[in-house]
């Protein structure tokens, strides 16, 4: 009997031991030199990717923010300039029709609107269209009957649009 527990220790001493050494060979599998280059590869690929998205995404905001400051710009340059336009059709209606001066002012007038145009500067169209107060300014009401109400009945200032920003409002007079 002494023998048969002996045997039967042995025999369990030897599945223990093979038991801890197929799990120390399995330990040394997982974490062989190629696991592991393989994992530190992975990470590097992942933070490569990463930092080529933030890249990306740096480069858009930084156009986008370039866009912006090119047009206030723009708007900034387009308000000084208005004012000289208002002069230049002031000039052109008051001329007399036939006189070269007229002519002159007219044509500066046009090379002026041509250019505007080619900017993607556009006039806020007002009589006649119902007022809005995103690009029309109200400065006086008028009792028309003859008109809808919340309709533009004159314009005494000519507002701009550059791209879908306001430069200027149209200053308008509504009817109620």
Do not use: C, W
């Not at 000039?91 to 250019?115: C, R």
């Not at 009401?141 to 200032?157: R, S």
């Amino acid at each position: 009997m002494k023998q048969e527990k002996k045997a039967t220790q042995a025999n369990e001493e030897e599945i223990l031991e093979t038991e801890a050494t197929e799990t120390v060979e399995e330990e040394s599998v997982e974490t062989a030199p190629e696991t592991v280059e393989k994992e530190k590869y992975d990470e590097l690929y992942d933070k490569h990717l990463r930092t080529l998205a933030e890249f990306d995404n740096f480069k858009k905001r930084t156009q986008k923010e370039k866009d912006e400051l090119y047009s206030f710009a723009v708007v900034d340059v387009l308000k000084d300039i208005l004012p000289v336009l208002d002069n230049l059709e002031r000039a052109a209606n008051a001329a007399a029709e036939d006189s070269p001066y007229a002519d002159g002012v007219k044509m500066v007038l046009k090379q002026f609107f041509e250019t505007l145009e080619k900017m993607n500067v556009t006039p806020i169209e007002a009589v006649g269209k119902e007022f809005d107060p995103n690009i029309h300014n109200a400065v006086m009401h008028e009792e028309n009957e003859e008109v809808g109400a919340n309709t533009i009945v004159e314009e005494f200032q000519k507002g701009y649009k550059y791209k879908d920003r306001v430069i200027r409002y149209s200053m308008v007079k509504v009817a109620n």
